[in-house]
T-cell receptor, first 112, second 111 residues
Framework: DTAVSQTPKYLVTQMGNDKSIKCEQN?????MYWYKQDSKKFLKIMFS???????INETVPNRFSPKSPDKAHLNLHINSLELGDSAVYFC???????????FGPGTRLTVL | DQQVKQNSPSLSVQEGRISILNCDYT??????FLWYKKYPAEGPTFLIS?????DKNEDGRFTVFLNKSAKHLSLHIVPSQPGDSAVYFC??????????FGKGTRLSVIA
């Protein structure tokens, strides 16, 4: 009974393609996040979103966009993929300002 | 801008001994710190936290110490067990921005 799930787990694609990664949480949390773990092992926040506010890390290219059809889902859309987008992407969720976040298993994206 | 730093990429410890993982931070506005544990191919899981009003927080085999004057915190695991082998991330929230993570330290507990 997975709390935070992501699909797909692995994604291999060509440069220039558009792809999406899906995230779902069944914890009833009101805030969801996307993180990127780069080749240097840093976990960097990309977006945080609740039903009131989307907070975007200003360093994230606008080729990346979050889409939230409902409170339980926050999908990540990436347009015109570049080689440097190759990384592991983690979705997470939390309840309000509680900083304990629950993470999904990650999606390894490889751009060829 | 590495506001949270974990300078040791890896650490090996014998089973039963103490593991000490270190974390330094540069932002004196941080008032809450968390440790996450990550197994391969899984997302990070919350382990233990500490508020800046404390200098120690203990939960079973895990203790986190905070030295505000040195902007340093450490995670102690005693006794270490093979199942503790994982990557440990130190993290801190920054205002309205969610967590800032260190690079992580890979702990290997040798039986």
């Amino acid at each position: 009974d997975t709390a935070v799930s992501q699909t797909p787990k692995y994604l291999v694609t060509q440069m220039g393609n558009d792809k999406s990664i899906k995230c779902e949480q069944n914890l009833g949390h009101d805030t969801m996040y996307w993180y990127k773990q780069d080749s240097k092992k840093f976990l960097k926040i990309m977006f945080s979103y609740n039903n009131k506010e989307l907070i975007i890390n200003e360093t994230v290219p606008n080729r990346f966009s979050p889409k939230s059809p409902d409170k339980a889902h926050l999908n990540l859309h990436i347009n015109s993929l570049e080689l440097g987008d190759s990384a592991v992407y983690f979705c997470a969720s939390s309840q309000g300002s509680d900083n304990e976040q629950f993470f999904g298993p990650g999606t390894r994206l490889t751009v060829l | 801008d590495q506001q949270v730093k974990q300078n040791s990429p890896s650490l090996s410890v014998q089973e039963g001994r103490i593991s000490i993982l270190n974390c330094d931070y540069t932002n004196s506005m941080f008032d809450y710190f968390l440790w996450y544990k990550k197994y391969p191919a899984e997302g990070p899981t919350f382990l233990i936290s500490i508020s800046s009003i404390k200098d120690k927080n203990e939960d079973g085999r895990f203790t986190v110490f905070l030295n505000k004057s040195a902007k340093h915190l450490s995670l102690h695991i005693v006794p270490s067990q093979p199942g503790d082998s994982a990557v440990y991330f130190c993290a801190a929230p920054r205002g309205n921005t969610p967590l800032v993570f260190g690079k992580g330290t890979r702990l290997s507990v040798i039986a």
